[in-house]
């Protein structure tokens, strides 16, 4: 009789691991949950993420600069397309205290990698609903992002098309036929092209991994 109770508790314990397993399963595979974060965190996160927002966008556009004056909008879209990620990772591991995460995202990607996620696309709508209501952008947004138990805070600041951005962003009308070679063959789902001055183009992200709260 004895043997039978402990089988039997060993069976319901079993049972209630695999069912906890399960639960915990399903949770962490749940979409996050976002909301605009507190005016006092948003603060504090604008104060350390800028700056680093700011610092990740001048690196891009004066070696972009550079490139195009060297070797031309065809030979500067190669360049990018091989050191753009790991200038990204550079400047991500300068601030790795502070930040978990930097990356440019769009609704409207080129180097798939840069495709948003869940948390991206919620921040994307919201400058993507000003820009049809033909209201003023955000200056930034910061994001409060709950998932697993874990709470974590994002900055975004939008990225606007210059005139440097139109080489490779602008009309395929006037791109030259190597250019547009290059970038079917190195982007062939390429969706980011036929921009005009001062469009929005997508979001620098960056989350701020001092400020994740369990």
């Given at each position: ?9 060993i ?42 927002a ?30 753009a ?5 550079k ?55 709950e ?5 974590k ?17 602008g ?15 190195r ?28």
């Amino acid at each position: 009789m004895k043997r039978k109770w402990a089988i039997i508790k060993i069976r319901f314990f079993l049972f209630f691991i695999f069912l906890f397993s399960f639960f915990l399963s399903a949770h962490s595979q749940q979409e996050p949950v976002t909301s605009i974060a507190s005016l006092e965190k948003s603060q504090a996160i604008e104060k350390i993420a800028s700056p680093i927002a700011q610092e990740f966008q001048e690196s891009l556009k004066n070696i972009l600069t550079t490139k195009i004056k060297e070797l031309g909008p065809t030979g500067a879209l190669e360049y990018c397309s091989l050191n753009a990620m790991p200038l990204t990772e550079k400047i991500k591991q300068k601030h790795g205290s502070t930040i978990s995460l930097l990356k440019r995202t769009s609704d409207k990607v080129r180097n798939p990698l840069n495709k948003p996620d869940y948390a991206e696309k919620e921040a994307l709508e919201i400058f993507l609903e000003a820009q049809r209501r033909h209201e003023p952008m955000p200056a930034n947004y910061v994001q409060k992002v709950e998932q697993d138990w874990t709470i974590k805070y994002r900055y975004y600041k939008p990225i606007f098309i210059g005139n440097i951005c139109l080489n490779c962003h602008g009309s395929t009308s006037q791109m030259s036929p190597s250019l547009k070679e290059e970038l079917h063959k190195r982007y062939p789902m390429d969706e980011a092209t036929g921009y005009k001055l001062g469009d929005f183009r997508g979001l620098i992200t960056i989350e701020v991994s001092m400020f994740q709260e369990e």
